[in-house]
């Protein structure tokens, strides 16, 4: 304001004194000196005339900044005041600070009822009540009511007391729900997931620890899964323990290990291998492969296409193998069969315990049909006979009850207690009954006994017959010792060697020779050809064509 009054009257001044001289040059010739005179004046009034200007211009600049220094001085005053009353209230509050860092004292409690957001924030996310969040690049959305979310990147924590530390893409979709780290992992209501990816935890109070793309469903509730891929806990409280493309489908069922399992049955259990399924109560496969346990409290060890459908039923290895009876065992071999109570079968092929308690140990196509029956070995044995027996052999059948049968082929334990051993074609018919070695021979008697030899039949109560051939111990407790076609049918009778002889006297005796008769009671031949001993008692010492008819006589005389 002053400076432009100054520059007002400085520039008055000179115009008045230019205006009074250009009067006097009109009026009259000016001298030099007045000139002069008149020149000075009007320099000197023109430089006063600029510095009155430019003190003027200095005044008002210095008007100007004594106005900022007193807006200044206020704000100062008003910074200074502020800063008295946050130097109180901080002396007042719980945090003390110093170098840019403020800690809060040990009896200090703090309230914040809509939540704390540390990081940046994102404006695309509908922040629940009560919330905190530690968002480094403003991606993640604590959006339900009293959540966290605590680092990571693009995490959500979607419905109430709902948490997520770490990873990326985490969502916890139901309340009190936790996910901490991992990729994409999606956690229900009540639900916990420990890292991994793709995870999704949906069953109440199911928890997954790690892996990928497993699955606990919204009926497995309290179902664990422990890494793995592909896995899935559908059955209230079942557990997955690794693997890979499994199914724990039953309550309280478990998996562990192996690929392509199902554990549909209630506590069910696999352990290990491929394509194993355990499908009914209790049941439990461990390693193997194709293998099917659905009889509850089944069980198969190893193997691959076993079956084991009876209650209680166990396979341990071998394949093919079918346990359908209860109580039923089948121990390694391969298209065996255990079909009725308590039966079971030892390795081999093709065997078949098809009757309770009964039981084939290896062998091929043996077949224990028979109560209690057992087939040790062989092939093509059959034990129809309760408590039957067979000890290797081939082809051969123990149908009589607790009839027995070792080694040989194509014999036949048919009488009960009978027995056969070795030979081949040979039958024991009745009771007590026995053949040893031999061909085509028959114990057709009770008790009776052929021991070795070809084509003797035995038909008499403990009748005996010890090698030959085509001989005939029909009478009771008779007795054959070789020979050749010989027929003893009396009783306690005896041939010793010999061909085509008969003894058809009780207690009568043939000792060598051909077609000798011993007919009479007692009677007796030694050797010789066509020889006739008729009489009680009587005998013939050899020769040919001899006869003794009456009793107790003698040839030769």
Request: charged share 20%; hydrophobic share 35%; net charge positive.
């Amino acid at each position: 304001m002053w400076s432009a009054a100054i520059n007002a009257i400085s520039l008055a001044t000179g115009l008045v004194c230019f205006s009074h001289l250009h009067r006097q040059m009109l009026a009259r010739t000016l001298t030099k000196d007045e000139l002069n005179e008149s020149v000075n004046f009007m320099v000197n009034e023109r430089v006063n005339f600029m510095v009155n200007e430019k003190v003027g211009f200095m005044h008002n600049k210095i008007d100007k900044q004594r106005t900022q220094i007193r807006r200044l001085k206020q704000e100062f005053q008003r910074i200074k005041k502020h800063r008295r009353k946050l130097t109180r209230r901080l002396k007042e509050s719980d945090f003390s600070c110093k170098d840019g860092w403020c800690i809060a004292t040990e009896e200090a409690k703090y309230l914040f009822p809509n939540g704390i957001v540390v990081g940046k924030k994102n404006g695309k996310c509908n922040y629940g009540d009560s919330i905190f969040s530690v968002d480094v690049d403003g991606k993640s959305c604590p959006s339900g009511d009293g959540s966290v979310v605590l680092s990571g990147k693009k995490n959500k924590a979607i419905s109430g007391r709902s948490v997520v530390i770490g990873g990326d893409n985490n969502q916890a979709q139901g309340d009190n729900s936790i996910i901490v780290g991992g990729f994409a992992n999606v956690a229900g209501p009540t639900t916990n997931i420990f890292g991994g990816e793709k995870n999704v935890a949906l069953g109440l109070h199911s928890v997954i620890f790690g892996g990928i793309s497993n699955n606990a469903t919204r009926h497995a509730g309290s179902s664990n899964i422990f890494g793995g891929k592909n896995n899935m806990a559908s059955g209230k409280g079942s557990m997955i323990f690794g693997g890979f493309d499994s199914n724990a489908e039953g309550e309280e069922s478990m998996l562990a290990l192996g690929r392509e399992n199902n554990a549909i049955g209630d506590s069910s259990m696999i352990i290990g291998g491929e394509q194993n399924e355990a499908s009914d109560y209790m049941s439990a496969i461990v390693m193997g492969r194709h293998n099917i346990a659905n009889g509850d409290f089944s069980l198969i060890l190893g193997g691959s296409d076993n079956i084991a459908s009876g209650s209680a039923s166990i396979i341990i290895g071998g394949s093919d193998n079918i346990a359908s009876g209860y109580g039923s065992i089948i121990v390694g071999g391969s298209n065996n069969n255990g079909t009725s109570d308590f039966s079971a079968v030892f390795s081999g092929f093709g065997n078949v315990a098809s009757a309770s308690y009964s039981s084939v140990f290896g062998g091929v196509i043996n077949k224990a049909i028979a109560a209690d029956s057992n087939i040790f070995g062989g092939w093509y044995n059959i034990a129809t006979g309760k408590r039957s027996m067979i000890f290797g052999s081939f082809y051969s059948n123990a149908t009589g009850e607790e009839s027995m049968l070792a080694l040989g082929r194509e014999n036949n334990a048919i009488g009960d207690s009978s027995m056969i051993v070795g030979g081949e074609k040979n039958n024991a018919t009745e009771f007590l009954s026995a053949a040893v070695m031999g061909r085509n021979n028959v114990a057709d008697g009770d008790s009776s006994v052929v021991l070795g030899g070809s084509n003797n039949i035995a038909s008499g109560s403990a009748s005996i017959i010890i090698g030959g051939s085509n001989n005939m111990a029909n009478g009771n407790l008779s007795l054959i010792s070789g020979g050749e076609g010989n027929k003893v049918e009396g009783t306690f009778s005896f041939a010793s060697g010999g061909k085509e002889n008969a003894l058809k006297g009780d207690y009568s005796s043939v000792t060598g020779g051909e077609k000798n008769k011993a007919t009479g009671i007692f009677s007796s031949i030694s050797g010789g050809f066509n020889n006739f001993a008729k009489g009680g008692h009587a005998s013939v010492l050899g020769g040919q064509n001899k006869k003794a008819k009456k009793d107790f006589s003698t040839y030769p005389k």
